[in-house]
Every structure is written in structure tokens, then in C-alpha cells.
């Protein structure tokens, strides 16, 4: 089977090296990939908006099955487009997606089918938002209602920095479109996870849990980033609260997907936060999530492609999940300046030391190949994915690994994976 994967971020390497163990693959294509992916297939440059150039080349090179990496052309409606032209694609419609393109539309489903999440209200009137959240206790939650590449969410801690992301959104159009609607959302507190389900539409796969690091520096200081590490699974999860979100929250929001009319198929994202309360959803998102799906895909034993395929022939109930018992973690290694700004072109060296344990693995996140060396090519540049048999062996060797790789400038998070092991060695004691 020619397998074409839509992305070139870490994301779809970690697919890629995932979906390449299936042994129903013949060859793989990356649209438009990176250095790193570039050893696993072919590499074919396309703009990631343009939807019938990618068309193009999947149907010149007659691939039998496409899986889509970012939310972008899955809002702009890759699947429904291929679909259409006979191809096989791993992800939902358009309609469907809404549920990570519009916040509003998540919020407004979460709120009628009583899905745990915190309370918000959505405005597209700049005043009448400025005199809501005046009446507010901070901190408070400023979201823009369409996709903003990860930058759409204020955590504003004082009532002015509310307002000038209100302003920037509504005023200033700082997203585009994407801002002109925003949701005001209460502020909730916990440890945050992620939940990432396959699903045909009727039944769920649910997949080992992870969490995030979304913050650049050390002890969650710092800007929020596209992500700066995960591990998997999640010792402070316990069995009942996992089965409650599965049962609550992941088939509960599938379920009422369909009775809205619209079949969501593929990938699942819950992020959530887990309070004192209940577990309650941040957010959705229709695709793998990035870094996660670089620290949970190691640990999973069964083959990949034949969970997306299922998702398409209905047959999720049948797919046979196995994980490994084994602890993972992944550390990203980020271009200085990252998330602002950054340069690229910057040579990498010792990556091949970095990953001859068999026990490690490197994704590409932004890398290049210029005059036949490795460069850096973005924000997040490389993920290095240790497993260990728990979360300290885990840590150790990606750490040890992360410490052979130098680029000028690199910066990583130290305390990837910390509050699990701190939390795993006590349930030891
Ligand atoms: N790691 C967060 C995301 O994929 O949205």
C-alpha cells in the first residue's frame, strides 16, 4: 500500500515511522516532510493550503491511502475534497472539524450534551466583551474562536491584558478571521492531560493518555509554545477518572457529533484539565497532538495502520490496541528564540550518536538538508523519544541523548516528565 502523509513537523515523522512497521506498506510520501522524514520516503514540496495541488499529487502517484498530520486542511476540507475523487483518507469532514475551527461550536455541542467544561461566553462585539470581562474576578480565559496556530489562547491574569487580547483579536484582527469571534472562558486549575481517541464514528479506541509541557522554560515559566515535551502514560490518572472521560467525555462528544449530523471520523484530541470537580474540556482537536503522539506511539505495540483504516470501514470495535508497558518521554530541542522569533539554517551535529541506543528515537520536528548537511528549518527542531521500563530510565536516556546534539543557540525544557516521576517513585514507596 503507497501511503501519502499530509505535514513536515515532528508529529508526521513519528506517524511515519509508526505507519512504516505496518507490513502492508510498500512506500511512503511525505507532503512535504522534512530531513528526518526524508530517510523513511519521498519528499514532495506543496503548500500545506493549497488542497488541489496536494490532490494533484496524490492522484499522480496513485497513492492507496492519505493521512492528514495538522488541523489546517482538515477545517479547509482535505477529506471531504479527496474523498470525493475516490481517495482514502484518515480524518473527519469539514463539518466535523468544526469541533477544534470553532471553539464557539465545541462549547455551544459541550454545553447541550453536558460534557464537563468550563463556562464561557462568545462575543463578536468588542465592547460587550470589554464590559463582561470588566465585571470579572481574573484570571480569566481569552480564546479566539478559529484556528490561531496554537497562539489563539490569553491566560490573562489582570483584567488589562484580557482586554488587549480582546482588542487584538476583534480590534486589531491580530488572527485574521479566526479572531473576529471570541469566547471568554472561566479559569480552572489542575493538572492537564491529553486524551487522543480513534473512532469510526460509532465506537472509540482509546489510546494510552500523555501530557503535555506547554510553557518554554523549566517549572512552566515562560510563554506558551507549541509544546516543549510529553510523556506517557500518566501515573496521576487513575483507572476510574480515565474510564469517565472515555465514557463522558470521548464517546459522549462522538455521539453527539452524530446526532448533529456529522460522522467524525479519524482522531479524537481531548486536552483536559482535571479539577477538583471533574475532569473538563479545554479543548478538542481533530488530529494527533504534537508532542504527544511522539511519546505515546513507541508504546504502541499494535499496527498503527490498521487503526486508521478501521476508522474508515467502521470496524474500530474489532482493532486490537496493545500497549507496552514501558514509560516514555519526549524532550523537544527548540531554535533560540523560540516561540518568538528565530533563525534558521543553523548546522545540527551529533545526531547519530544521540540515537544509537535502540531505546531512542529522533523525530524531525524542523530540520533541512543544505549542502548536504542538517540545518535547523523552525521553532521546534528535533524530538528526542526515550523508552525506559520506568519513567526515570526514560528521562535518563533521553536526557543523555539530548546532551549529545548541539546547534547554536538550542534550548530545551530540563524537567520533561518531572512531576510523573516524582509521583511514580512515590507510588513505589
Ligand atoms: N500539544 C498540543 C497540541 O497538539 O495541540
Redesign the pocket.
Known amino acids: 500500500m503507497k501511503v501519502m502523509i499530509v505535514g513536515g513537523g515532528g ?1 508526521e515523522h513519528a506517524l511515519g515511522w509508526k505507519i512504516s512497521k505496518s507490513k502492508e506498506v510498500s512506500s511512503i510520501i511525505f507532503v512535504p516532510g522534512n530531513a528526518g522524514m526524508a530517510e523513511l520516503g519521498e519528499c514532495v514540496k506543496a503548500d500545506s493550503s493549497d488542497l488541489e495541488g496536494m490532490l494533484k499529487i496524490a492522484k499522480d502517484r496513485a497513492v492507496d491511502f492519505v493521512v492528514v498530520g495538522p488541523e489546517a486542511p482538515l477545517a479547509a476540507g482535505i477529506v471531504d475534497l479527496f474523498s470525493e475523487n475516490g481517495l482514502r483518507v484518515f480524518g473527519p469532514r469539514r463539518d466535523a472539524a468544526r469541533i477544534e475551527s470553532s471553539k464557539s461550536f465545541a462549547k455551544t455541542l459541550m454545553e447541550k450534551y453536558g460534557i464537563p467544561t468550563p463556562k464561557a461566553r462568545t462575543f463578536t462585539s468588542f465592547d460587550e466583551a470589554e464590559a463582561y470581562v470588566r465585571k470579572l474576578t481574573p484570571p480569566v480565559v481569552v480564546k479566539a474562536d478559529g484556528l490561531a496556530a ?1 497562539k489563539g489562547v490569553t491566560v490573562a491574569f489582570d483584567i488589562e491584558t484580557a482586554i488587549e487580547a480582546l482588542s487584538f483579536c476583534i480590534i486589531e484582527k491580530g488572527f485574521g478571521d479566526s479572531g473576529s469571534r471570541v469566547m471568554v472562558e472561566e479559569y480552572v486549575e489542575g493538572k492537564e492531560i ?1 486524551i487522543l481517541s480513534l473512532t469510526d464514528g460509532k465506537a472509540l479506541a482509546h489510546m494510552s493518555p500523555s501530557q ?1 509541557h ?1 510553557r518554554a522554560f523549566d517549572g512552566d515559566e515562560g510563554p506558551n509554545t ?2 516543549m515535551g ?1 510523556y506517557s502514560p500518566v501515573p496521576f490518572l487513575d483507572s476510574e477518572t480515565e474510564a469517565f472521560i472515555h465514557s463522558s467525555v470521548m464517546e459522549a462528544t462522538v455521539r453527539a457529533l452524530e446526532a448533529e449530523g456529522s460522522t467524525y471520523r479519524g482522531v479524537l ?1 481531548g ?1 483536559l484539565m482535571l479539577t477538583e470537580e471533574s475532569p473538563k474540556v479545554l ?1 478538542f ?1 481533530v488530529r ?5 503522539t511522539q511519546a505515546i506511539l513507541p508504546r504502541l505495540e499494535s499496527d498503527l495502520l490498521d487503526g486508521m483504516l478501521a476508522t474508515l470501514e467502521g470496524t474500530i470495535a474489532n482493532y486490537d490496541m496493545r500497549w507496552s508497558s514501558d514509560y516514555c518521554i519526549c524532550v523537544v530541542i527548540a531554535s533560540g528564540g523560540y516561540p518568538g522569533s528565530y533563525s534558521t539554517g543553523i548546522p545540527i551535529k551529533g545526531i547519530k550518536a544521540a540515537s544509537a541506543d535502540p531505546k531512542v528515537e529522533i523525530f524531525h520536528a524542523g530540520t533541512a538538508i543544505e549542502d548536504g548537511k542538517l540545518v535547523t528549518a523552525g521553532g521546534r527542531v528535533l524530538n528526542v523519544v526515550a523508552l525506559g521500563g520506568d519513567i526515570e530510565e526514560a528521562r535518563g536516556l533521553a536526557y543523555e541523548s539530548v546532551r549529545m546534539i548541539s546547534f547554536e543557540g538550542m534550548h530545551y525544557r530540563s524537567d520533561i516528565g518531572k512531576d510523573a516521576f516524582a509521583l511514580d517513585s512515590e507510588a513505589k514507596m
Open positions: 508529529r496554537g491529553s503535555d506547554k507549541g509544546g510529553a484530541y486536552g479543548e482537536n494527533f497532538g504534537d508532542p504527544e
